[in-house]
């Protein structure tokens, strides 16, 4: 079956340790998206790739950076975890969304719940 | 400043009933608005879109209306089933295709 994986599902990190969560997917899309989602709050898209081509949210923090080395991998690089970055973070994957007539079906992974200790 | 907002953070339903939720929005430039499903530990799901020229789309039994002058939308569930019990996204697309989620409607069916 086509889908997004997501690795680890759970990852313990200390303050300031630096943690890689990644992200695969099958479905060939040439959009990729990192969302982080904190408790009972909405999905908050931090980044997203077209193709290689990287756009970042004008208030995703420094901290945040992301690599997608080809177009089946994406993964997020958080430097120096702080106590709020605790989280769910989501990976999406879509056809390319621009101009297009009708929605681009985001699909998801299970998400990485990350916990800074 | 939210520019989805679900207002009800959960809804009990009896099971074979109408499940019924709402959406509000901001944004009068959205022009696709969007349901997703999320279940413990999966990934949201899409589940039904509507066009903002539209003011109905129905799939099954789930139906989405949308008010475009009250700049609100509901999702309705007919007749609800225990496994539509999870946390159900409102979303809208903006004029640059970001999606924007609201903060979810947990919905339990009770038998």
């Known amino acids: 079956d086509a889908m997004v994986i997501q690795n680890p599902r759970y990852q313990v990190t200390q303050f300031g340790k630096p943690v890689t969560l990644s992200c695969s997917q099958t479905?060939?899309?040439?959009?990729m998206y990192w969302y982080q989602q904190k408790s009972s709050q909405a999905p908050k898209l931090l980044f997203h790739?077209?193709?290689?081509?990287?756009?970042n949210e004008a208030d995703t923090p420094d901290n945040f950076q992301s690599r997608r080395p080809n177009t089946s991998f994406c993964f997020l690089d958080i430097r120096s975890p702080g106590l709020g970055d605790a989280a769910m973070y989501l990976c999406?994957?879509?056809?390319?969304?621009?101009?297009?007539?009708?929605?681009?079906?985001?699909?998801f992974g299970p998400g990485t719940r990350l916990t800074v200790l | 400043d939210q520019q989805v907002k679900q207002n009800s953070p959960s809804l009990s339903v009896q099971e074979g009933r109408i499940s019924i939720l709402n959406c509000d929005y901001t944004?009068?430039?959205?022009?696709?608005f969007l349901w997703y499903k999320k279940y413990p530990a999966e990934g949201p799901t899409f589940l039904i879109s509507?066009?903002?020229?539209?003011d109905k789309n129905e799939d099954g039994r789930f139906t989405v209306f949308l008010n475009k002058s009250a700049k609100h939308l509901s999702l309705h569930i007919v007749p609800s089933q225990p496994g539509d019990s999870a946390v159900y996204f409102c979303?809208?697309?903006?004029?640059?295709?970001?999606?924007?989620f609201g903060k979810g409607t947990r919905l339990h069916i009770l038998p």
């Open positions: 479905l060939n899309h040439n959009v």
């Open positions: 999406a994957t879509s056809r390319d969304p621009r101009g297009g007539l009708y929605y681009n079906e985001q699909f």
């Open positions: 979303a809208a697309r903006g004029g640059d295709d970001k999606i924007i």
């Open positions: 509507i066009s903002s020229i539209k």
């Open positions: 944004n009068s430039m959205f022009d696709y």
């Open positions: 790739y077209y193709d290689k081509d990287f756009n």
